[in-house]
Every structure is written in structure tokens, then in C-alpha cells.
């Protein structure tokens, strides 16, 4: 009897053993939240995980096999060549060498403060930005750059979006044109993977993840299914290989990145491609790297002979007028470890409708009423029946808090008809009680505006007393101080 249940229960093991590779051999499919990446058996309606409604998506997992490839699914040819990972042995901390590590300079002075000095050799960027606004014009002219100064190697540019002499055509118009730039003109995820392995470049550049489209699994262009499968074989195939890759990403009508939010923690830096289409102005700036600051910021401009950097952007910033007028006043904004001077501009007229109008550009509507307010209040200035226009130049932004003491004095010149003189900056957020608040790193700031060539700079009270050479500094503690300080306290009309 313990005999036959022993046959018994060895045959029932067998059969399960047997049921689970059955399992495996087939396609799973499970779902997905394209914003946090949350992965479950059950399609919902609402992610279980961060609330969003309607992320929820359908995803293919490719059959494995007895090797551990990925196969194609069910009648289809599978076109991804495997590739060979080499297995290296732990080792302590202290014995991995780094010495050999090289940054690739991208060209851009910009570009590479923003990566932390470089490319890292083997690591995935993903550049994103709305359409339009340059991503592929600065890769291109970055693979020209590289080409050029590594006339011994190659660099690959894969495109998905555009033929190879399309490709060409920009290229020469960016003067990008490289012997050893090789283009090439495909969606097939097996032949980007193909190229790549064939001619190991010193930097690859794939524009873009959603125009490339993998025969292993399911899924239309551009879904959650065929970017992760995409995103997910180059990081593989840049780790294995040791080679760079810059992935251009789509952004969704709302400004984030396409397709499921894991793209963004698989690569290894996420750079976001900013700017007016209005303006020349272009801001990069990394939302994540794993190999430098995410607090930098680089400053381009784009001409019609391609993206030059800007690496002292105060020009772009301030008007070339040298005589004062009434209705401006600079201040100095943070972006980053950067500080830019903003120059804001205010006209007052009279009012011939019951609702004043309020006109803004660059700068927040909802502290402009806060500020007419306090200035009314506090500052003995009505401006609550007459016309505002409040705007920045050159597509600056002045919403940080730091920027009230400026647009407070601008629109106090204007009604006055007083000027501030050029040599004159503001910086200092103005509470509801009328006091002038402290900033962070406002020491930063004052030091960029003494560079500049300003000479005077109006602050609220510090707690360590700062001398910059060039640099007077005018402490004020309330919005009344300041109006003294600047000569505008007489009423306006």
C-alpha cells in the first residue's frame, strides 16, 4: 500500500511539473499602468496602486523558452538576435576599477554639464520634448560633433521617423555632415539591435521609442507593450556591448514622457527638452541621472543653421535699451545651480470698462492680483481701478516668490511714471503683511548680478551680513521701504 502511494504521488508531482512548463510555454498576459508601472492579472478600471483612471493596459509577455530567449509570439518569426551577456564574478567594492571609464564629450559645453560632464559609456539617455521643439536637431548635431572628434570610430544614427535622406538633408544643413556617421532608416527592433552589434559605435542615437516596433511581442506602435519591449532591449544590448545610446521619447499632450512609466526608472538618465516655439530659447535639463546632478541646467538657441549653445544667457534676458524707462525692473531667478536675471516689464493706463483688464506673460496672474492688493494696502498705491499688463521678455519666467519685490516695483515705476535705473535689481517675496521676505541662496543670486555689472541690488534683511565688490546692497523690510528706497512713493493718477 505505501508502495502504490508512493507511485501515486510521484506521478502527481510529474503531472503538475508537466502543467507548469505548459504554462510557461504559453503567451501571458497581464496588464499594466502606463504612469506608475503597476502589473497585475486583472484589468481595472482604476490603478489599484496610484488612482489614475484608465491607465490600465493590456501586455504580451513573449513565450520563453527551455534557454531563457524570448520567442515570438504565435505566428509570428522572431527577428531579435540574442545577445551574449558575459557573467563576471562578484568582487569587493574597492577592486572594481573606474579608472577606465570615459566620459564621451557630446560637443555642447551645455549638454554635457547637464549629463555631469559626459556620456557615460554604456548607459541609456532618454531625451524628451514636444514635437518640434529640437530633440532630433540636437542629437544629430551632437553626433556630428562626436564624429568629428573621433574620427576612429563611428557613430550610429537610427532613424524611425524619417528616411536616410531626410536625415542627410538636416544634417547638411546643421553642418553635421560626417564620414563616419553612418544613418540608417528602420522600425524593426531586430535590425537597430543588428546594426548595432555590427558596427559597435562609439555613440548610438534611436529617434525614436515609439516609432520602433518589436516582432516578439504584441501591441501597436508606440503602445505600453512594444516601448517597454524596445526600451528594454537596448538598455541590454548598450550594457552588454559597452555602448552609449541616446533614446528620443514622446511626451503625451500634458508634458510627460509616452508610454509606461517604467521607461523612465529603466534608462539611466531622463533629460527634459524645453522651450517656446515662439522663442529660440531651448532649456535642457535632466529629471533624472544616475551619473550626475539633476539640478543642472543648460541653455540653447535655436537658429536656422541648427542649435548653437548659450553658455551666458543674461543677454537673452534683458533688453539692449541703456536708458531707463518707467515700468521696468530686473530681478534674478533660480533654475537649477544657475541664476538667470528676468526683466520685468508693466504698463498702467486707465480703465474704460467695469472690470479692469489684467493682462499677464511670464509671470503668475493669481500673485498679480495678491501683489495689487498688498500694494494698495501697504504701499499706499491704487492700482485696483486701472488697466495691468505685466509681462517678462524673451520668454522668461518670473512665478518664483523671489520675483514680488521686482514686479512690485515695475508696476509702482509705471504708475508714477518714475524710472529705476538699469544698474538697479529686486529680489525679495512680499508677504501678505507687507514685509519683504528672505530668499534661498540669495547670496548666489547677488554675486550673478554683480558679474552683470549691477551696482545696486535691493534685498530683504540678511541674517549674515554679505559684501560683493561692485555690489551695494539696500536691505529693505517692508514693500513701503523699498518703494522709499526706489523713489516711487509719490501717487499715481
Same mark, same amino acid.
Given at each position: ?36 508601472? /503597476?502589473?497585475?492579472?486583472? /484589468? ?8 489614475? /483612471? ?9 513565450? @520563453?523558452?527551455?534557454?531563457? #530567449? ?67 536637431? +540636437? ?67 534611436? &529617434? ?6 518589436? #516582432? ?51 534608462? &539611466? ?11 529660440? +530659447?531651448?532649456? +535642457? ?47 534674478? !531667478? ?21 472690470? @479692469? ?34 509681462? !517678462? ?10 520675483? &514680488? ?63 560683493? @565688490? ?13 518703494? &522709499? ?9
Amino acid at each position: 500500500m505505501t508502495a502504490t502511494a508512493t507511485i501515486i504521488a510521484a506521478l502527481l508531482r510529474a503531472h503538475a511539473k508537466a502543467a507548469r512548463l505548459l504554462h510557461m510555454a504559453k503567451s501571458t498576459t497581464s496588464y499594466v499602468c502606463t504612469e506608475c508601472g /503597476w502589473t497585475g492579472a486583472k /484589468w481595472f478600471g482604476r490603478c489599484p496602486e496610484c488612482g489614475q /483612471w484608465g491607465t490600465i493596459e493590456e501586455f504580451h509577455e513573449a513565450r @520563453p523558452t527551455a534557454s531563457g #530567449q524570448r520567442t515570438a509570439a504565435p505566428g509570428r518569426t522572431s527577428r531579435t538576435a540574442p545577445t551574449a551577456v558575459a557573467l563576471s564574478a562578484a568582487q569587493p567594492i574597492t577592486d572594481v576599477d573606474t579608472a577606465s571609464v570615459t566620459r564621451v564629450p557630446t560637443g555642447f559645453g551645455e549638454f554635457d554639464r547637464v549629463l555631469g560632464g559626459g556620456i557615460v559609456p554604456g548607459s541609456v539617455v532618454l531625451i524628451a520634448g514636444e514635437p518640434g521643439i529640437g530633440k532630433s536637431t +540636437l542629437l544629430l548635431e551632437t553626433a556630428g560633433n562626436i564624429a568629428r572628434a573621433t574620427p576612429s570610430g563611428n557613430v550610429l544614427y537610427i532613424s524611425g521617423e524619417e528616411s536616410q535622406a531626410q536625415v542627410r538633408l538636416r544634417a547638411s544643413r546643421i553642418d553635421a555632415v560626417e564620414p563616419n556617421l553612418l544613418l540608417a532608416s528602420t522600425t524593426d527592433l531586430a535590425t537597430a539591435l543588428g546594426l548595432i552589434e555590427q558596427h559597435r559605435p562609439a555613440l548610438a542615437i534611436v &529617434d525614436s521609442a515609439q516609432t520602433i516596433v518589436s #516582432q516578439d511581442v504584441d501591441g501597436i506602435c508606440g503602445g505600453s507593450t512594444q516601448v517597454r519591449e524596445v526600451a528594454s532591449a537596448l538598455i541590454d544590448t548598450a550594457k552588454s556591448l559597452d555602448v552609449p545610446v541616446l533614446l528620443v521619447g514622446h511626451v503625451t499632450k500634458d508634458g510627460s514622457i509616452a508610454g509606461p512609466r517604467t521607461l523612465e526608472h529603466l534608462v &539611466d538618465v531622463v533629460c527634459q527638452f524645453e522651450g517656446e516655439p515662439q522663442t529660440a +530659447l531651448r532649456l +535642457l535639463r535632466a529629471v533624472k541621472n544616475r551619473f550626475g546632478p539633476t539640478d543642472e541646467v543648460g541653455c540653447f538657441d535655436m537658429s536656422g543653421v541648427g542649435i548653437e549653445e548659450v553658455t551666458d544667457p543674461a543677454g537673452l534676458f534683458l533688453s539692449s535699451n541703456e536708458t531707463p524707462v518707467d515700468g521696468t525692473c530686473v530681478t534674478f !531667478t533660480l533654475d537649477g545651480h544657475r541664476s538667470l536675471p528676468v526683466e520685468v516689464q508693466a504698463l498702467v493706463t486707465d480703465s474704460v470698462l467695469p472690470t @479692469p483688464r489684467r493682462a499677464v506673460n511670464g509671470v503668475d496672474s493669481n500673485r498679480i492680483a495678491m501683489l495689487v492688493a498688498v500694494l494698495y494696502r501697504h504701499g499706499g498705491l491704487s492700482l485696483l481701478s486701472r488697466d495691468l499688463y505685466i509681462s !517678462t521678455i524673451a520668454g522668461g519666467v518670473a512665478k518664483e516668490p523671489s520675483c &514680488d519685490l521686482a514686479i512690485v516695483a515695475a508696476l509702482a515705476s509705471a504708475a508714477t511714471s518714475t524710472p529705476i535705473a538699469r544698474s538697479t535689481c529686486a529680489i525679495g517675496e512680499i508677504s501678505l503683511t507687507g514685509q519683504v521676505r528672505p530668499v534661498p541662496r540669495l547670496e548666489y543670486r547677488l554675486r550673478e548680478a554683480a558679474r552683470l555689472g549691477f551696482t545696486t541690488a535691493l534685498v530683504p534683511p540678511m541674517r549674515t551680513p554679505t559684501s560683493i @565688490p561692485g555690489l551695494r546692497i539696500v536691505e529693505v523690510r517692508s514693500l513701503l521701504d523699498a518703494l &522709499d528706497a526706489l523713489a516711487l512713493t509719490k501717487r499715481g493718477k
